[in-house]
């Protein structure tokens, strides 16, 4: 099903002016990032400041010997905070790029609503085997393969909610972008807390009581969630071959994912480096209580919903004077202002204290003006690949997107090992450096890019000015 409307009158398929099918979507997707972003917060401060630090916990750990060999084969001798960080790169590469097998999967094999199940079902059963040392990585491959599943099928559901034409599609993504954000902000605060009180293995498992709510959800909803469209077989026994238009398309997004990719790298690691940093470099005392390093990752998720409806506004002023940029613009703009924010946590030495701790003020900055950069930049990319895809591949191209996530996760977790040799501030400068160069280059870019990721399939023209994309 492409472009058609689930059945049924406006007034009973709706909710808020949107399909029921939309906040189904966006709900599971919600559990979704409270189980992961739980796993964010908590995954390298467990593995540096516990797990790692005992060696006769770590010889429990099944295939970890093994595991290690191969990681230092490649890149040499690892302290633990070095192999923490180039674990969490990997696991977090695949969480992102194994969505491109998942969405593969949900196109060709086995259909988009049972890779959702499936890759919930998976998830949480990683999440409580987190609970023992022994099935540590085992947990670990379990989230990662079920996060493929899930999440390379359940945003490439959102386009056959709505017809071709319909105006709702328009911030649809920006509506599904809160849900992530919502369980963003809640994990951190929620498995942190848990996790300080009653330990990490607690921590973990409200994680995964999280992901089996969102399995609940899904299954619950599928009567608004659109048929799986059946495939008539072509006689050749093969699907008709892309139109021209759609190969065009095709080529942009594939052109413009290095980009992406520069701008994840900077992105990862604030799920990575950043929460040493504020551990090791950052003065966290407020008024005698010591603030716990995974809430910092809940201002993530808290700042969308302040800034999407912020930038939403300012798009609507900008249209109305016939100024709003396009999409690729508003992708540079979001890239160079992450950058930029990524920079100011170079001068933590120059704001130190005589304890040789920045102010907890600048972290806060940081989450302020990075955040407003994401809202045009995360969201906008996801809607790019979600709605320039052809159908036939849409599952799998939105993989792709989650595969410079990936490319990003892996250079941030090589990195790691800089962050320890170069120091902090040259270190969150060359990442600056990286994610604003990726701006610009979007930005030099967009004649080009804007002709190839046109829709109308007649003439390569400009991409249309749209608020979500």
């Known amino acids: 099903m492409d472009g058609t409307a689930a059945a049924g009158t406006p007034e009973k398929t709706d909710l808020f002016g949107q399909p029921k099918g939309l906040w189904i979507l966006s709900g599971t997707e919600f559990w979704d990032r409270i189980s992961f972003h739980g796993m964010v917060a908590m995954l390298v401060l467990y593995m540096t400041g516990d797990l790692l630090l005992h060696p006769d916990r770590v010889a429990t750990i099944i295939g970890f010997a093994p595991y290690r060999a191969a990681l230092e084969a490649l890149s040499g001798t690892l302290s633990p905070q070095a192999l923490a960080l180039q674990t969490f790169g990997y696991y977090y590469a695949c969480v992102t790029g194994l969505p491109l097998v998942g969405g593969w999967m949900g196109d060709r094999v086995i259909g988009r609503k049972l890779a959702v199940g499936g890759g919930a079902a998976m998830m949480t059963a990683g999440h409580f085997a987190l609970a023992f040392d022994r099935t540590f990585l085992i947990a670990l491959v379990l989230l990662m393969c079920g996060a493929g599943l899930l999440r390379g099928n359940l945003s490439a559901q959102i386009k056959s909610l709505y017809a071709d034409g319909d105006p709702r599609e328009v911030n649809a993504f920006q509506y599904y972008y809160l849900g992530i954000n919502f369980g963003a902000a809640a994990a951190p605060i929620l498995s942190g807390s848990v996790a300080a009180i009653w330990g990490w293995h607690a921590g973990f ?9 969102g399995l609940a959800l899904y299954l619950a909803g599928q009567r608004w969630l659109p048929a799986e469209r059946q495939r008539a077989p072509q006689p050749s026994g093969k699907r008709p071959p892309l139109t021209p ?19 994840w790298t900077a992105q990862a690691q604030i799920w990575n480096v950043y929460n040493i ?5 950052v003065n966290l005392d407020v008024g005698g ?7 910092f990752q809940s201002l993530d998720g808290l700042a969308p919903g302040l800034f999407i409806p912020l930038v939403l506004w300012i798009w609507s002023l ?3 004077r016939g100024r709003e940029p396009d999409v690729l613009t508003k992708l540079a703009i979001g890239s160079v202002i992450f950058g930029l924010s990524v920079g100011l946590l170079a001068a933590g030495p120059l704001l130190a204290n005589a304890q040789g701790r920045a102010p907890i003020a600048l972290p806060l900055l940081f989450h302020v003006t990075s955040n407003f950069g994401a809202m045009y930049y995360a969201p906008v990319v996801l809607g790019l690949y ?5 159908q036939s591949l849409r599952g799998t191209l939105v993989g792709v997107n989650y595969m410079a996530v990936a490319a990003g996760s892996v250079l941030s977790g090589w990195m790691g090992g800089l962050y320890e040799s170069m120091g902090p501030a040259p270190f969150w400068l060359l990442n600056a450096a990286i994610c604003t160069g990726a701006g610009l280059g979007i930005a030099l870019g967009a004649p080009l890019l804007n002709r190839l990721l046109a829709q109308d399939e007649d003439k390569a023209a400009s991409l249309p000015q749209t608020r979500s994309c």
């Open 245 to 263: 238009g759609e190969r065009r398309r095709v080529l942009g997004l594939l052109l413009i994912w290095p980009m992406v990719v520069g701008y």
């Open 318 to 320: 900008q249209a109305r």
């Open 289 to 295: 209580f010591e603030v716990p390093v995974p809430w």
């Open 386 to 390: 979600g709605t320039r895809a052809p």
């Open 277 to 281: 940093w504020l551990r090791d470099t």
């Open 205 to 213: 498992a409200v994680a995964g009581f999280g992901m089996l709510i």
